[in-house]
Each structure stands twice: as structure tokens, then as C-alpha cells.
């Protein structure tokens, strides 16, 4: 007896020859696909514990948020109508006190509520970088997801002394790499590369020696600034900051990849490193018109993996992991011309090259027989599907979360029908609440259903951490100087 068979669905396989059925079937045993192929007549009558009629479905792999970050998502709707500048404050401001220890319901809470609003909306894997990601790495186990976590090093941004950081990234390592059956993974987080100096990078490459098998997760030329510091680190970009330390290779997932110009992308494809894309958070939060747009296409035409990523979506108010690739479709087109994408090379982003960007793309990401049976079954008997043609298109544009109806992650089935079978809803969303009510009190911060009001400018200078930042920003200024004046600065 099988443990699960779906018949009669449609199946977008995400194989090397993006195969759709568009009368299929699917059988999972012992977590694993073991049939992929179209539906037969005598399909009905197999033996499963668990036996799904997939007419008026759309059977796909699930999805892959190749870089996010979740314990702050009670806060979600607080962020939207800040100015840029107070954005950047508040959070840093935030960030700084849960890096002292703050806020733990706040945070207990965040990691709740994302994975259930993930699970919801067919995201069976994440990949986050947060300051405490322990609870986020037992929460999303045990909820049945799939999750790559590591904390955030760094030593230009936060007040902790560095020892403390990598005694932190040891111990979660220790403690959760490879557990809930291999579905929760360590990774080591230097946050960035300008707000890391050389010193740091250095520590990091000698604990990826000490745990050859885990991947770096990093912010790496999100920003102008980026390879400003790695000339103040004493490279010549930040490309070459990272093969220097020995980190520029197969193991490195790299969000933004913002400014990268030909040589980034030629030394990247041949490192073999992966990239995550967010466009939804550059969208929202654009602080130039000219601003440069991560060159994905090239990227890709290079044989680089691009993922796509939700980044900080508390910080755009969005979960949705389709919205994510129609973004990348608008943006691009925007900033280039019409036809950067195939609705396909959409599809992909979402699933298999976001798993091969965090290194499972063997085991997950796309429907074949001997892969891990990570798949969800989208709704597509709806008006507004109607008629089903160019299904990948339909994905990319018009699908949203609520469209998502069941989830199965290593074949374990983890929503059906709508309903999560791992999760208390109604209990996740009460402990939100909450702590929201807490969070406010505590901090001065004012919710109400017309918006958000953050503490004052002054008491958000007061809880800004103080060293890291004036070190950053004197380091990037003294580096600016010599660039504008190199024969009168040294």
C-alpha cells in the first residue's frame, strides 16, 4: 500500500524538460516520489492510506524562499508608510535590542505566525537569517517545514562582542544542524559585506572549515556601499574580499546582488555560488530612480542559480511567494524592456533553481520519481483561472496563496484542504496578538487599524546600537575620501 496517490491533476513537474501532465498522476512512498506519470484508468482503484482526486488541480513542487528573515512578523503592517530613513531606524533600533536578548515573546511569536502563513501559502522551504533562530528552527520542524537558519554575525552593525556571536552560531550548530529528520538545516550568517570587516570575514571562513558541509548565507552587493568597505578592508571589491578569505564558492548563497556588474557575474558562475533575488522589498523601498536592478538575466544565462527570496516581507506586508516572482517579472520589465522572463523561468525560480541555490536541488524542487515529495496542489477550478491555458503564466500572475489547498513536505501531508494539520490557527494568531499588545507597551510604539505610529526620533537614537554603527559609518567615510582624494589620503 502507497501512502499517498494524487490522480487526475494536472502536473507542472519542473523536470529538465519542464514536462507538464495535464492528466496526472502522483504516487509518494516512504516520503518519496515514486510515480510521476499521466493518470491511468485503474489509477482510482490503488491501494494508498491517503488517496486524492487532483480533478481541478495544479500539482507543483513546493515553493522556495531562498532568503528571508522572520522573527519580527507580528509587525507586520507597522513598517508600511515609514519614510525610508525612519525605516532604517526603527529596525536598526529593534534589531539592536533583540540582539541583546529583547523581545523574546516577540520573536517566539514571529516564527509562529510565519511558518503557518508560509505553510498556507505552499512555501515548504525557507531559507532565514535572523539574530535567535533557534526558536524559528524548532518551530518550523515541527511544523513540518523545510528550513535552512543561522544567526547574523557581524561586527559593524550590532554592540555584541564577536566572540559572543560565533560562541551563538557554534551552539545552534550544534544543536539543530540536520534535525527533524534532515529537514532543518544550519547555515553561517556573516549579515553582510559592509558592515563585516576583514577581521570578521576571516573568522567566518575559519568556521566554515569547522563545518565543511554548511552553507554561508550573506547580504552580498545589496548596497553602493558594498564595495566601498571592501576597499576599506583592503581589497579591491567584495568579490575578491570573499575568494581572499576563501568563502567565494559552491557553499555561498548570496542575497540581492544588487549592483553587480559582468565581472561579479563571471566570477560568481565560476565559483559556482548561488544567488537569491527579492524584488519586492527594492520595489517598496527604492531609494534612487536610477537605482541599478540585480542583472538576474545574465545571471542565469551565466548557469548562475537565482533563487527567489520574501526578504523582510513585515517590511512590504506581503507573504505571497507567486506575488515574489510576478514582481520580478514587472520590476525587470520595467527597468529593462517587456520579456525579461518565460512565465517558466518564473516557475523555476520558485522551485528547483531555488533549491539548487541552497544545495538540495537533488532532493527537492522539482516532481520525478526519487526526490523528496515536497509538492502542493494549487486550486485552479476558479472563475478567475477560467479558461486553463498557459498554466505557468497562471502561476506566476494570477495564483495567490489562498489558490494554495494541500501541502505535502517529505510526504507527510501538512495541510489538507485548506486546513493545517500541524499548526493551531486560531492559537498562533491569539499569541500574536498579543504580543503585539505587549510590544506596545513596552516600547511606546501605537497600533490601531488606521496604521502605526514608531516612538519618537529621539528615543529611537537612544536605543541605536553605538559602536558598531560609528565605526561602519566612520570606516565608510575615511574609505570614500581616499577614493575621491587617493594621493592626499592614506
Known amino acids: 500500500m502507497y501512502d499517498v496517490l494524487i490522480h487526475d491533476a494536472t502536473v507542472v513537474t519542473v523536470d529538465d524538460r519542464n514536462q507538464i501532465i495535464e492528466n496526472g498522476t502522483i504516487v509518494v512512498d516512504d516520503g518519496e516520489l515514486t510515480a510521476v506519470r499521466p493518470t491511468r484508468t485503474e489509477d482510482v482503484d490503488l491501494s494508498a492510506e491517503t488517496v ?3 480533478s481541478g488541480t495544479v500539482v507543483m513542487p513546493g515553493l522556495v524562499n531562498a532568503h528571508t528573515h522572520l522573527e519580527l512578523t507580528p509587525l507586520i503592517g507597522a513598517f508600511s508608510d515609514l519614510g525610508l530613513l525612519e525605516l532604517m531606524g526603527s529596525m536598526t533600533a529593534l534589531f539592536g535590542r533583540i540582539s541583546e536578548g529583547e523581545f523574546e515573546y516577540l520573536v517566539d511569536a514571529g516564527y509562529e505566525l510565519a511558518a503557518l502563513n508560509f505553510l498556507l501559502g505552499g512555501v515548504t522551504t525557507v531559507n532565514s537569517m535572523d539574530l535567535r533562530p533557534s526558536v524559528g528552527a524548532e518551530t518550523f520542524g515541527e511544523a513540518g517545514l ?20 560565533f560562541a551563538q552560531a557554534r551552539a545552534f550548530i550544534d544543536d539543530h544542524h540536520d534535525t527533524y529528520n534532515g529537514r532543518i538545516q544550519a547555515t553561517i550568517c556573516p549579515h553582510d559585506d559592509w558592515s563585516c570587516t576583514r577581521d570578521l570575514w576571516e573568522q567566518t571562513a575559519a568556521l566554515t ?18 564595495n566601498t568597505m571592501a576597499r576599506a578592508n583592503g581589497s579591491e571589491d567584495s568579490l575578491a574580499l570573499l575568494d581572499e578569505v576563501g568563502l567565494l564558492n ?33 520595489c517598496y523601498w527604492n531609494p534612487d530612480a536610477e537605482m541599478q536592478w540585480t542583472p538576474v538575466p545574465e545571471l542565469r544565462n551565466a548557469g548562475v542559480d537565482v533563487g527567489l527570496g520574501i526578504d523582510d516581507h513585515y517590511w512590504h506586508d506581503s507573504y505571497s511567494m507567486f506575488g515574489e516572482a510576478r514582481q520580478a517579472r514587472l520590476a525587470a520589465n520595467v527597468k529593462r524592456t517587456a520579456g525579461q522572463y518565460s ?21 527537492i524542487g522539482s516532481l520525478e520519481p526519487g526526490k523528496r515529495a515536497d509538492l502542493i496542489l494549487v486550486d485552479v477550478d476558479k472563475p478567475k483561472f477560467t479558461p486553463l491555458t498557459n498554466i505557468p503564466a497562471h502561476l506566476v500572475n494570477n495564483a495567490a496563496p489562498a489558490d494554495v489547498e494541500t501541502v505535502l513536505v517529505d510526504g ?3 495541510m489538507r484542504n485548506r486546513s493545517p494539520e500541524t499548526m493551531d490557527v486560531d492559537a498562533v494568531q491569539q ?3 498579543q504580543a503585539v499588545e505587549r510590544f506596545e507597551a513596552e516600547t511606546g510604539w501605537e497600533f490601531d487599524v488606521g496604521g502605526s505610529e514608531p516612538p519618537s526620533t529621539s528615543e529611537t537614537m537612544r536605543d541605536l546600537p553605538k559602536r558598531g554603527p560609528v565605526r561602519l559609518l566612520s570606516r565608510l567615510a575615511l574609505q570614500s575620501a581616499r577614493d575621491a582624494f587617493p594621493f592626499r589620503i592614506r
Open 209 to 226: 572549515d569547522e563545518y565543511p558541509d554548511l552553507l554561508v548565507h550573506t547580504h552580498l552587493l545589496e548596497l553602493d556601499e558594498s
Open 343 to 363: 512565465s517558466m523561468e518564473l516557475v523555476r525560480m520558485l522551485t528547483i533553481e531555488g533549491a539548487r541555490a541552497l544545495g538540495v536541488g537533488d532532493e
Open 146 to 165: 523545510r528550513g535552512f537558519f543561522g544567526p547574523a554575525i557581524t561586527d559593524l552593525f550590532f554592540d555584541v562582542p564577536v566572540d559572543e556571536q
Open 431 to 433: 499569541r500574536a496578538e
Open 412 to 414: 507527510e501531508i501538512v
Open 52 to 54: 486524492i482526486d487532483g
Open 250 to 282: 559552491e557553499r555561498l548563497i548570496a542575497a540581492h546582488f544588487r549592483v553587480a556588474d559582468e565581472q561579479d557575474i563571471q566570477r560568481t558562475a565560476a565559483a559556482n555560488a548561488s544567488v537569491a533575488h527579492c524584488p519586492s522589498v527594492f
